[in-house]
């Protein structure tokens, strides 16, 4: 068995040469999944498994983003799964070795944990974990704004397995002046300096206790993909992705609101009061962003789809909403005139995204855009035109639409 | 009686040829493996620098292609030698031709990245980079909610 491991290890290996023309010879330890850096140059698309219509937006750092029609599946898949990286994926990535370590001014001592530590000393939980890219929908806020051009598909809903982050606190020994939790991951500086962390963010206590916080190692069942965060991701569903940090070696427990690269404005933050599009924010007027706002994609059909005169349309989608839960989903063919139930399933649990279906009827041939809008718990319905204007274009939930002829 | 012992004889005989088949064949993949290893040592070892010892021939690319400097994607123009110099080392081109500034918000970015990302003093050569950016990739005028465009027309079949 374990021979044949080996042998589909060399078999991997030789496919990985094949593609950047050259011959590389992996040691025994090369890691499932394992990217090698020099492949950070290659195609991305066989390199991480993603599907052929993914869009690449970036490819130092890689940023990769989905598409409405291939977020289709209730359980978001590695190959339509949106890639966002601040830095380079680490190169090396023993799993043998790996550790997370508990640290910070609030724990009463420090501590370590293996891999098969944290897997056997914890109860494992199973979610499925809205994370959506803060700067999702960035590309239509005008001005433009600074920064990867996200259009609709950096937002994803797996199924992540692990322990919660609240059950590793309480082993470790929290003090009352707790604040915020703030990660370290083992990627790489773009300049390459090993001294320069590349993001480290996190999240008030409250938020890092709930049930459905999870330092994760499985996604979808399966050992978290590289480009992903392997061995060890923290998951915290509902608030900007950024806050799940990848490739998880420390977590530092703070008695002030947490300073790593990234929490500093005006990363991740919006302004605290609103602004005129084009308005110049001082720091101190910036605010972290927490809980995600409202939000709806359709996934079925894909924009531009034609039908015949008197054939009804079967629309479906995903709705979430933050911290909240998705109360109402609605559906429009007339630009927001009227609007019309969608049937709106509940929550898998906590966090995961909801699944709408409706039967769309066209009064007469010609173009129509069917929109989606979704009302969360608290009454909050996703706007039609853009949301408030942001520096870092941040938060744009606007309601979705797709384009529809009848013939 | 007799046929069935002769039978069993056969048989033991058989096996015993089958085990010394396999016992050579496990011989002479050990051997090679071991001459292979001696004459490859560095079977074992990540050899990432190999790829520096690979040439592979091709033709001269054309350089630009319908305005576009097709090494990097950035629009062909005046100063673009110096962007390409000091903007591409750290991050890709897409960085920057994915984005719409006016001067003053290039140069905002620029600042950001000499605070916090390492980025040098690019001296002289700062007005020549901010020239190009500002002329090619500068905002574009639109509304609060584009029409949608592009759209790629398909029969849906149901």
Known sequence: ?407 | MIDSNRQKILDEIQRHIKALTRGIYALVIGVATLIYYLLNPSILNVDVQSKESVVVAEAPLPEYENGIHLATGFKEGENLNLVIANCTSCHSAKMVTQNRATRDGWKTMIKWMQETQNLWELGESEPLILDYLAKYYAPEKAGRRQPLTDIDWYELED
């Open chain 1, 1 to 407: 068995m374990k021979s044949r491991r080996n042998f589909i290890k060399q078999t991997s290996a030789a496919t990985l040469g094949a593609l950047i023309g050259s011959r590389i010879v992996f040691g025994k330890n090369l890691p499932k999944d394992y990217v090698p850096v020099i492949l950070q140059d290659g195609d991305p698309y066989a390199m991480f498994n993603k599907h052929k219509d993914m869009v690449v937006l970036n490819n130092k750092p890689w940023n990769i983003e989905s598409a409405p029609h291939l977020l289709d599946d209730k359980i978001t898949p590695n190959e339509k799964m949106f890639i966002r990286n601040n830095g380079l994926i680490p190169e090396k990535t023993d799993v043998n070795k790996w550790t997370l370590t508990i640290d910070g001014e609030s724990v009463s001592k420090p501590k370590t944990y293996t891999l098969q530590e944290l897997k056997t000393k914890f109860p494992q939980h199973t979610y499925q974990l809205t994370i959506e890219c803060g700067g999702n929908g960035r590309k239509e806020f005008n001005p433009p704004a600074k920064g990867n051009q996200w259009e609709y598909g950096g937002v994803a809903c797996a199924e992540w397995t692990g322990v919660r982050l609240a059950d590793v606190l309480k082993d470790v020994g929290i003090k009352a002046n707790a604040v915020y939790i703030g990660y370290y991951g083992a990627d790489v500086h773009l300049t390459g300096n090993p001294e320069k962390v590349v993001i480290s963010r996190g999240v008030p206590m409250n938020k890092a206790m709930e049930d459905e916080t999870l330092i994760a190692f499985k996604m979808n069942g399966k050992e978290i993909p590289l480009a992903h965060g392997y061995p060890l991701r923290l998951v915290i569903g509902g608030w900007p992705a950024s806050v799940s940090g990848k490739w998880l070696k420390r977590i530092a427990v703070r008695n002030i609101v947490h300073d790593g690269p990234k929490m500093e404005a005006p990363s991740y933050r919006v302004p605290c009061k609103p602004v005129a599009p084009g308005d110049k924010v001082k720091d101190e007027d910036m605010c972290i962003i927490e809980s995600m706002p409202v939000k709806s994609l359709i996934t079925y059909p894909k924009t531009g789809a034609m039908i015949d005169k008197g054939n009804a349309l079967n629309i479906r989608g995903h709705a979430w909403a933050g911290d909240l839960e998705v109360a109402k989903m609605e559906y429009s063919i007339d630009f927001g005139a009227t609007w019309k139930p969608c049937k709106l399933d509940k929550p898998a649990n906590r966090l995961a995204w909801q699944h709408f279906s409706a039967t769309v009827s066209f009064p007469e041939d010609g173009y129509y855009e069917v929109w989606a809008r979704a009302t969360d718990s608290a009454g909050e319905s996703q706007p039609m035109v853009l949301p408030n204007w942001n520096p870092k274009g941040y938060l744009n939930n606007a309601c979705h639409r797709i384009a529809v002829k009848v013939k």
